[in-house]
């Protein structure tokens, strides 16, 4: 039940992080403590002498500063940037999922894949004939990597990631629970009776620093590959359609919606709940604010809002008259009795 | 194949149930059926006189009903609140999910982890180092409870369940299939040439009596706690982003989104497919119509509807006049028209 | 490492296509390419000569065309119909997900279950008591087959397929990835303290030929069935709420929400992100675009779209007047300043 305890004394600290410590340097901390709160094993920064005093109220055991303050009744570590300073130790904090070294003994791997004595494979882990997984990549437990599968070097699938067939990922990139990349995509014809299965045989490929959160379904191509570019992040529960192509760097937040064999440009921003229809092209650098969404093309950058999505201040200009519907219905009301009997007393 | 068959004759409800049972007690029932349908070995509950025949001319088994329904062709148990027992059977019909006691052989739980010996641990489930399992929990196959991971007394994880890392799961709170807590939040900084990642080191702390539904996805804090109050109730496919708030007992209907770092009240009422923007803070007693969408926050309880959500009775008045606008185009056409000839008159 | 090569030379192809070979039939090809792309290893199709031009200029093996077309420098399959051909061509390169025959030596089958000799069991699969899985059935993977549940002939679930209790699957009917049938539906009666859970002890019936694709969830119903029929195709992240009814040959697009209790008809289509309340009843034959979204029932068929969802046509006349909502609000104003000038003229 005990394990090791992680952490670091303030003497240690000061100098991973180039700080100069002023106070007890043997004080040990374990983690980060957002500002204002905190343990005595929690580490803090303060930007202003405000969040300064509020650390000093909580029982954080110590707080990173700026230079120009002299003392306080916690132990510092004074830099010239604490908030970068600070995220240097957040760094420190991370703890990656235990995983151990090579493939774990009930993982079923076929003899026809590839796995780099470097990788790891977690229980329970199933890789299909064909797969190839490089060096340094991490498959953790109840990962599914699917026939013809590649993971390039470093690529991690934390618990319970599906790939069907044909799915690449790139280096670096970084899968979270629950999604499944590669299912078919959703395609039918009528054919009178009934809706007949259109084959979906395609791959996906997904570029170098990719992060795609929790539970994202992003389908296979029906023929040839549904394509996510080099540095692109992908938020939880959003859906990636059969042939959508994504440009580099673009950001997805959560629950975002891509129809079917929709191209979206490099530096696309797209807020939560937001989405796009099929066969749609969205430009290079358009932002969509959250909930937006179109049906149709976005040819130019801009800022985009509404159903369907508009120009950001044409959608406010819309809404504060939509507001004010009512009320114009009523001066709309008064000008007709107005005017009907000025029209009146002219006859 | 065959499995026993559990059930109940009408002479050992009638104990059960405390009713008055009329007509033959050797009747044996399984299940409950829905009122008007029915098997003879379902048991059902009339309201009304009209339910009753509807009941009577099924092949239901037997029928719950009121101390005034003297006779019937079906056995009948009489109560003086027929709903109020027929809810009663129906948590006799409750059949957990089938757990052996005990750690199933085929998990991996870690030395370093402690499982009370109440406690049942399904196949091929995974329980990483520093994880406490308290008495009577049941985790059930495929589950993933990670490091430094807590579930209180009586808590319940559903086949197919990820807690990340430092999640604490309160007493008899229960997560359904599929859900993910504690994946990383959505944090990226643009460097200039990239998002790079902030890193996310918090957890997640999720209160007592809560019930979270399937595939939905609570992500960890970026430092510090994403944090569940006590008998919150979320559905399905439902977003709660990094270092979100929500109050006590508060209840989110299946694919509503939360953006990071806001702040839900307690007796919070959400419907389905609504959502609430990045550092948004929501009132206590807030509901929100199903589809509403707030960008900003809403300080002031109330019934909140549409995108931008705003009150109920104003988002119905409104939609009563867009539904109008081509009318009232051609109103103020006219106008315009006759407007002009009143000036042309003028002249 | 290496797999089997699978792929036919164009002489196979020419024969099991019923094409006419025009070049060297001794080029071997593995998969399909899309129009205007693909490797020497490829097969692409050309319906016109500017499709021709473009896969003559591309680096594909070979091309499907019509009668019509005489030579080329790609070696041709020659056929009446090159799009249909090309799709009988998508069905040949459609590979299974690996699975061997029988029950996986990893999997853990209740001995009360029922698994035709036929029926192929992946590993880690969990099939409970009481279970009955028919022949030909394929269950991948961390499949969970809860007790009671059924499938029927030929059913398949791909990896990560959760069914929890009394769900019964129609012949030939896919459960992708990560899908989660039969869990707990979202019922809470407030009882003044708190939202106390009402029990959920129904089923889920899902008909013939039915497709649900991943990361959908199908809740129980409270007492009796959640109904599915036949032909119905789901997307991937759609939500169907307890007791809802889905009538045969019905699509549903992905990220579509149904509420508790809602009856949708036949050959209903709803695009994506679109939604109805609970209790809802919609027509058969009804569509309803993407982002559609209904709290009332729709009783006559129609193309529906918006929010509340109205007639097509009318959203689209009032989107078009809300667009010039500022320049109406300017035109009425212009019409109070002219008119309170003509009134003060009339004094």
Known sequence: METEVRGWTLEELAELLEAELVGRGDVFVTHAA????????????????????????????????????????????????????????????????????????????????????????????????????DDDCRVHAFCYVGEGCRLDRGAMLYPHVVLYQDVHIGERSIIHSGSIIGADGFGYIWDGERHAKVPQIGGVTIGPDVEI????????????????????????????????EIGEHT?????????????????????????????????DGVMMAGRAGSPSSIPAPGVYAGFPAQPLMDFHRQQVIIRKLPELNKRLRELERRLAELEKKEL
């Open 34 to 133: 957002p500002a204002g709160h905190g343990t005595p094993d929690a580490l803090t920064f303060a930007g202003s002498a405000k969040h300064l005093a509020a650390a000093e109220d909580s029982a954080v055991g110590a707080v990173i500063v700026s230079p120009d303050v002299e003392s306080s009744s916690k132990p510092l570590l004074r830099v010239s940037d604490p908030r970068r300073t600070f995220g240097k130790f957040l760094n420190l904090c991370i703890r990656p999922l235990p995983l151990q070294h090579g493939v774990h003994p009930s993982a079923v791997v076929d003899p026809r894949a590839h796995v780099s004595p470097t990788a790891s494979i977690g229980p329970f882990a199933v890789v299909e004939r064909g797969a190839f997984i």
């Open 213 to 244: 959160g929790s539970l994202t379904a992003v389908d296979r191509a029906t023929v040839g590959m549904t394509k996510i570019g080099a540095g692109v992040k992908l938020d939880n529960l959003v859906q990636v359609a059969h042939n959508v």
């Open 251 to 283: 950001v997805l937040a959560s629950q975002t919606g891509l129809g079917g064999s929709s191209t979206i440009g490099r530096n696309v921003a797209m807020g939560g709940q937001s989405g796009v229809g099929d066969h749609t092209v969205v430009a």
